[in-house]
Each structure stands twice: as C-alpha cells, then as structure tokens.
C-alpha cells in the first residue's frame, strides 16, 4: 500500500479545485515563473508564504530555513536571492520572521542542540550587539523583541549582499522589507524597514533598530 496515501489524495482535491476554478490554471502555471516577490521566512510549518498573504503558486518565489536567516556564506540561500533578483528579476524581497519562532528561543539559551548550534551562532551574535537593552527587558519582551530585531538583521544581511548591491548599481528597481508575523492573530506586522537603495541602508537600519526596542 501506497504510503501517506492521504496526502496524495488531498493533492488530488486540490488539483481539482484548482482547475474548477481555472481550467487553464496548470497549462499557465507550466509555462513561465515570473514572481514579483521573494519571499525569505522561517522553516517553521505553521507560517506557509503563499497563504498568509494570499498568492497562488507562481506569484510568490520562496525560500525558508531556521530563523529566516540571511548568511553570507549560506550559498544556497544566496543562489535563491541571485536567482529571484537577477534571473526572475523580482520587484520586492520580503524577510518575514515570526514570533514564538523556536529559532530565535534557542539563539537565547545557554544550551547545546547540536548541529544547530552553528546556526543559531549567527543569531547569538545578533544578540551580543543589542544585549544592553534586550537584557533589561522581561523574559516575554525580550523574546518578543529579539523576533523583530532578527528580522531587521536580516534584512541589513540582504541589502549587503553583492547580488542585491550589484541590482542597485544596475538601476534595477528591487525593494527590501522587514515584516514579522503573529502565530496568535494570524497578522502581518510591517516593522517600517523598506530599503530601495544602497544609500537608505545605514539610516533606515538605525531607524527600524530603535523603533523596535521601543
């Protein structure tokens, strides 16, 4: 017996749904990928990209690890943000975080996980640099803030990348936002970080920076 048979016919119902509702939906699909949106979020299985905003498959090009991390020496990471930026030539790259993310919790500890403990290296820095004001917060602030200030790291790491510098040089039209989402309302949160330019990044990172610890 075939495993996981259940997933194979819910795919089955959806294909079908979609082709009620479109009959030319899969041929189009099929066709081309030209997404407007890059979309770097957490693994996390509770925050699916194109669902919380609302894109079918083939608006919305994806990539998703631990703690929607941006690290300038994760090539695939990179090879997702050459390929949206130079190759889709998408409009808007959107770093989502979320709160409660597992990720960003473990980066807080003084515990070992294992392999993951070199990745979440990246978040404990993160820490280190806002460590004045995040350890003067309570423990549910502190977490909450440390979400929103990942996300904003993230967003610095994106806009210093030589793919979205060498767009920017280019004249290509290419945003970068920093947007957080709530597993408890279901809602997008924008933390007022859009950066369009080389020249807005230092300003508007110190801006979005205080404006979360707040």
Request: charged fraction near 20%.
């Amino acid at each position: 017996m075939r495993k996981l048979k259940h997933l194979f016919e819910n795919n089955r119902a959806w294909a079908e749904r979609m082709t009620a509702h479109d009959p030319t939906f899969f041929q189009k699909l099929s066709s081309q990928q030209s997404p407007e949106y890059l979309w770097i979020g957490c693994a996390d299985s509770r925050v699916p990209a194109n669902e919380i905003i609302g894109l079918l498959p083939g608006e919305v090009f994806v990539h998703r690890n631990i703690a929607n991390a941006v690290i300038h020496t994760d090539l695939n990471c990179l090879s997702v943000i050459q390929y949206g930026v130079e190759v889709l030539k998408v409009k808007h790259i959107i770093v989502c975080g979320h709160y409660g993310c597992g990720g960003v919790r473990a980066a807080m500890q003084n515990q070992e996980y294992g392999l993951i403990d070199n990745w979440l290296r990246h978040l404990k820095d993160i820490y280190q640099r806002h460590s004045e004001v995040l350890d003067s917060l309570d423990d549910a602030a502190r977490f909450e803030h440390f979400c929103e200030l990942n996300v904003i790291e993230q967003v610095y790491n994106v806009c210093h990348t030589t793919i979205v510098q060498g767009a920017w040089r280019r004249g290509q039209a290419l945003a970068v936002h920093g947007w957080i989402y709530g597993l408890g309302d279901g809602l997008l949160q924008d933390l007022n970080l859009c950066i369009t330019s080389a020249d807005d990044i230092q300003a508007l990172y110190r801006m979005a920076v205080q404006s979360s610890l707040l």
